[in-house]
């Protein structure tokens, strides 16, 4: 029975095909035939396009009580791109986890230029920017790990510049060193950091944005 099933209709669920990732809503599941009719942003249209069927596909949805994840694999049946928004159909997974918060969970690996903000206070009380750049080797919903040829001191606030692409353009992250490691015998740094005071906007785009890359 699909009653006890996370993946409802009207809910919102992130796919992962490929190289391509977006998030849709559910807009109806056949019980019978269990599939999903995934509708699908307008702007991916021409990369639907290019999806063949049989692809795999990794979906991801909250949990009813918004906190857990149910992440499953699942293969695309049809593309209905006539559609207003185009469809996507895919299998309802066989198999499929409910994991606790993505931030508890492993890291994911990217390769991510970042400008760096370091904020030093002046003796006048006023602050100052200084623009630096660094590039982010993974991230989580909890922070992220970043390699810089930069001095940065434990416990340090930056900020983060993090072009997400789509609508949801740049953003800028809080956050706070936590340690420090040499990168091999290199001039370079990894510097892990814990975001720190996000507000509900940023956290929801930086969600979906890590969603994405599952």
């Given at each position: 029975?699909?009653d006890?099933?996370?993946?409802?209709?009207?809910?919102d669920?992130?796919?992962r095909?490929?190289?391509?990732?977006?998030?849709?809503?559910?807009?109806?599941?056949?019980?019978?035939?269990?599939?999903?009719?995934?509708?699908?942003?307008?702007?991916?249209?021409?990369?639907?396009?290019?999806?063949?069927?049989?692809?795999?596909?990794?979906?991801?949805?909250k949990?009813?009580?918004?906190?857990?994840?149910?992440?499953?694999?699942?293969?695309v049946?049809?593309?209905?791109?006539?559609?207003?928004?185009?469809?996507?159909i895919?299998?309802?997974?066989?198999?499929?986890?409910?994991r606790?918060?993505?931030?508890?969970?492993?890291?994911?690996?990217?390769?991510?230029?970042?400008?760096?903000?370091?904020?030093?206070?002046?003796?006048?009380?006023?602050?100052?920017?200084?623009?630096?750049?660094?590039?982010?080797?993974?991230?989580?919903?909890g922070?992220?790990?970043?390699?810089?040829?930069?001095?940065?001191?434990?416990?340090?606030?930056?900020?983060?510049?993090?072009?997400?692409?789509?609508?949801?353009?740049?953003?800028?992250?809080?956050?706070?060193?936590?340690?420090?490691?040499p990168f091999?015998?290199?001039?370079?740094?990894?510097?892990?950091?814990?975001?720190?005071?996000?507000?509900k906007?940023?956290?929801?785009?930086?969600?979906?944005?890590?969603?994405?890359?599952?």
């Amino acid at each position: 029975m699909m009653d006890n099933i996370f993946f409802k209709k009207g809910l919102d669920i992130f796919v992962r095909i490929g190289d391509i990732g977006f998030k849709g809503n559910i807009s109806s599941i056949d019980e019978s035939s269990k599939r999903i009719d995934i509708g699908v942003p307008d702007q991916l249209l021409s990369s639907l396009a290019r999806v063949e069927r049989g692809s795999e596909c990794t979906i991801t949805a909250k949990s009813h009580a918004g906190q857990n994840y149910v992440v499953g694999l699942s293969k695309v049946i049809e593309k209905m791109l006539n559609f207003s928004p185009p469809l996507l159909i895919i299998d309802f997974p066989e198999k499929f986890e409910e994991r606790s918060e993505l931030r508890r969970y492993r890291r994911i690996g990217v390769s991510i230029i970042t400008g760096i903000y370091q904020e030093k206070e002046l003796k006048g009380g006023n602050l100052i920017e200084k623009h630096l750049e660094g590039t982010i080797v993974d991230i989580g919903l909890g922070g992220c790990q970043i390699m810089a040829d930069y001095l940065f001191e434990t416990g340090e606030l930056l900020l983060l510049d993090l072009n997400i692409g789509g609508n949801g353009g740049n953003i800028r992250i809080p956050c706070q060193v936590r340690y420090t490691k040499p990168f091999y015998n290199t001039r370079l740094k990894l510097y892990g950091l814990e975001f720190v005071n996000i507000g509900k906007e940023i956290k929801d785009k930086l969600e979906s944005f890590i969603t994405n890359l599952i």
